[in-house]
Structure formats: C-alpha cells, structure tokens
Nanobody
Framework: QVQLVESGGGVVQAGGSLRLSCAPSGRTFCNCAMGWFRQAPGKEREFVTAISWSGGNTYYADSVKGRFTISRDNAKNTVYLQMNSLKPEDTAVYFC?????????????????WGQGTQVTVSS
C-alpha cells in the first residue's frame, strides 16, 4: 500500500509562489504516474497537473498553464508542484495522487493512491 504525504502548503499573497512536495511515507513506492488535484470549499475535486513515470509527459489544466510546473525526482521518490503567479482562485486543498497507468490522468478515478492534502490559501 502506497501512502502519500504532501507538504509545502501555506498562505501567500496574490502574485506569490509556493512549491508543494509529495513523497511516499515509507520506502516502498510504485513506478507510478503522479498527479495533483485540488478541491475548494463547496466544489468538486479538479485536476491540476500530472506527470508520467518517466517524467517525459506532463499535462496541465488550462487554468494553471504557464503558471504551475510539475516535476519529479525519482531518485528521491518525490514529486513537486511549483506554483507561480498565484491567484485567489487557486485557494484550495491540494492533493497528490499516484496511478499505475499513464492513461486518463486527468480523472480522479485513474489514481489508486492519494495523500491527505495540504491547504493553499492565496490572499488578495
């Protein structure tokens, strides 16, 4: 069983930056594609970005293209989400997730493992 732990959330002013990290809690980890989703109060969980196991393919929601960057360091079993030019509408709990497949990464159902989430608050 893979357990994921996110870190790096916090409060930032609009226009600022944050970097989120996601790593498994134990030494065991799968050769998984990784994704980030977010959920704002009263809204459904939405796709933010994903990266294939090799790191060769990345995918972004239109709302974050050009502002967010996903990357991974497989030697450290860590995935990163660099968020720049943050906007108040980016405020949400951010979840990382792992999928044993490289297909359908824009959909929560494609992921077998999830973290508990980290809060990101962007003040105006």
């Amino acid at each position: 069983q893979v357990q994921l732990v996110e870190s790096g959330g916090g409060v930032v002013q609009a226009g600022g930056s944050l970097r989120l990290s996601c790593a498994p809690s134990g030494r065991t980890f799968c050769n998984c594609a990784m994704g980030w989703f977010r959920q704002a109060p009263g809204k459904e969980r939405e796709f933010v970005t994903a990266i294939s196991w090799s790191g060769g393919n990345t995918y972004y929601a239109d709302s974050v293209k050009g502002r967010f960057t996903i990357s991974r360091d497989n030697a450290k079993n860590t995935v990163y989400l660099q968020m720049n030019s943050l906007k108040p509408e980016d405020t949400a709990v951010y979840f990382c997730a792992a999928s044993r497949s490289d297909y359908g990464l824009g959909y929560p159902g494609a992921y077998e493992y999830w973290g508990q989430g980290t809060q990101v608050t962007v003040s105006s």
